[in-house]
């Protein structure tokens, strides 16, 4: 157990809707990464917040966004969703405000499927 | 940009034999770290490696930072069952304010038992 929860495990919705991810770090853990994982993508990295302020953005969309509360759980809003967006996305958090020098410690992901 | 490649991308091999993945960047890493994830499962952190011709080793797993610290691999002896799952390298990739950490493109290993 990684210590960082993500909900929902599964969510299956329709092309066009919006949809909300949510995880919640480990202990301790200031900096909350969201990664999106597909079949032939592989693990890309969207967007890291860190103390409630976002830190660093990879390719995330515009139709993509997220944010950290002050309990440092977070959330990554999804909307007009497409098919394309079918993927798993995964929560990681860290101790440090910089991503490259310490370990990153994964949830169970979110498995989205858009019909 | 960084890209950060592995090979192979999949691997074969009976249980007992030895495995290698092999991780090149396209430009010279500070540090690289090894994940693996099980089928199903999440990426977890296996070890960080960051001087030039570093070698580490978990148990039958030995990880090796390049001399010019643009290549790592990793070696497992022995292959188990339990062995199975993809195996991702990360580095940084400096760019504007912030860095960010680059996965590689995994080695998916199937141990047949």
């Known amino acids: 157990d990684s210590g960082v929860t993500q909900t929902p495990k599964h969510l299956i919705t329709a092309t066009g809707q919006r949809v909300t991810l949510r995880c919640s770090p480990r202990s301790g853990d200031l900096s909350v990464y969201w990664y999106q994982q597909s079949l032939d993508q592989g693990l890309q990295f969207l967007i890291q917040?860190?103390?409630?302020?976002?830190?660093a953005k990879g390719n995330i969309l515009e139709r993509f966004s997220a944010q950290q509360f002050p309990d440092l759980h977070s959330e990554l809003n999804l909307s007009s969703l497409e098919l394309g967006d079918s993927a798993l996305y995964f929560c990681?958090?860290?101790?440090?405000?910089?991503?490259?020098?310490?370990?990153?410690?994964f949830g169970n992901g979110t498995r989205l499927t858009v019909t | 940009g960084q890209q950060v490649m592995q090979i192979p991308q999949y691997q074969h091999v009976q249980e007992g034999e030895d495995f290698t993945t092999y991780c090149n960047s396209s430009t010279t890493l500070s540090n690289i770290q090894w994940y693996k994830q099980r089928p199903g499962g999440h990426p977890v952190f296996l070890i960080q490696l960051v001087k030039s011709g570093e070698v580490k080793k978990q148990k039958r797993l030995t990880f090796q930072f390049g001399e010019a610290k643009k290549n790592s691999s990793l070696h497992i002896t022995a292959t188990q069952t339990t062995d199975v799952g993809t195996y991702f390298c990360a580095g940084p990739n400096y760019g504007g304010a912030t860095n960010k950490l680059i996965f590689g493109t995994g080695t998916l290993l199937a141990v047949q038992p």
């Open positions: 917040y860190y103390n409630g302020e976002e830190r």
């Open positions: 990681a958090s860290s101790v440090e405000a910089g991503q490259t020098n310490s370990p990153l410690h």
